[in-house]
């Protein structure tokens, strides 16, 4: 007598958990977010919740003082702080394994110099050239905590907690100390002494992204001593060209200082730079630089 064959029954498919179904498919059509920004966390959602709050906050004495001034400054401000969340958004969702997918204290610490320089350049934009009106008082002490009490702690705390630094945390030290670093300039030339050509040694930077030198290259020029020395005296004079308390002659020699350094500045950065010094690039540089930092610029 022939055994009877069992009929095989079709394999059990498992339902994929919530997780991963959000790792591995996009999110549903109609999201306001970009696709790799539509898992935020609840980290970066506190940290642009306070910063939004902090900005309209600083904007309730422009509106007393002037309606239209007071508009200007909320969509400078607003309009910079949120850009920078939003790539900030898409680093957290384009973190490689091992890598955190969101934000932490020491993080807000560094974000908090990205705040200050929005709130600093729309000051600068929206507030009348007086140093000793509320622009400047608003502006000055937000650059001056931002480039020395933030800059000087963020890092050592940054080594002492438990992950340790992070790759998208070296890349913002650098981004959101230049992007102050501008916004103070910036504030010295609309509230203060300074000319508008003091605008261009900031910019280089700026400048050198939009090229083809490749992003490694550009970071590692100002992560030198050479930039950061010549960071500090560039911060330094344009804090004195508008300090709401400072007499007449630190401000005028804020501003020859100044142009005196002008002409030493640009030619330091732009010798620093790979596209002065033949032999340096390469396609690895290359490939690897626009690695370094895709979560951010892609």
């Not at 059509?29 to 980290?43: E, H, K, M, N």
Request: some cysteine; overall charge positive.
């Amino acid at each position: 007598m022939k055994a009877r064959r069992r009929r095989r029954s079709p394999p059990i498919r498992r339902s994929l958990s919530g997780e991963t179904i959000g790792r591995e498919s996009p999110p549903p059509p109609g999201t306001i977010l970009a696709s790799s920004c539509a898992s935020v966390r609840t980290g970066w959602v506190r940290i642009t919740g306070v910063g939004v709050v902090a900005i309209l906050s600083a904007s309730v004495l422009f509106v007393k003082d002037e309606r239209r001034r007071g508009a200007g400054f909320t969509a400078v401000a607003l309009g910079s702080f949120l850009f920078q969340q939003f790539l900030v958004a898409r680093a957290l969702a384009r973190s490689k394994e091992g890598e955190p997918d969101d934000l932490d204290a020491v993080d807000a610490l560094t974000l908090s110099r990205g705040l200050g320089a929005s709130i600093v350049a729309a000051a600068a934009f929206a507030g009348p050239r007086d140093r000793r009106r509320y622009a400047a008082k608003l502006a000055w002490p937000l650059a001056l905590t931002g480039s020395t009490l933030t800059d000087w702690i963020d890092g050592p705390l940054a080594r002492r907690r438990g992950r340790g630094p992070t790759r998208l945390g070296r890349v913002l030290d650098l981004e959101l100390d230049s992007w102050l670093t501008l916004a103070t300039t910036l504030a010295g030339e609309r509230l203060g002494t300074l000319d508008a050509i003091c605008l261009i040694t900031p910019s280089l930077r700026y400048l050198a992204m939009a090229s083809p030198i490749p992003y490694e290259d550009v970071h590692a020029v100002g992560k030198s001593d050479r930039a950061r020395n010549l960071g500090i005296t560039q911060m330094a004079l344009a804090l004195a060209s508008f300090a709401p308390f400072a007499g007449a002659a630190t401000t005028a020699v804020a501003r020859i200082a100044s142009l005196v350094l002008l002409p030493i500045h640009v030619s330091a950065l732009a010798a620093a730079l790979p596209v002065f010094r033949p032999g340096r690039q390469s396609e690895s540089a290359s490939t690897s630089g626009r690695a370094m930092t895709s979560s951010i610029t892609s």
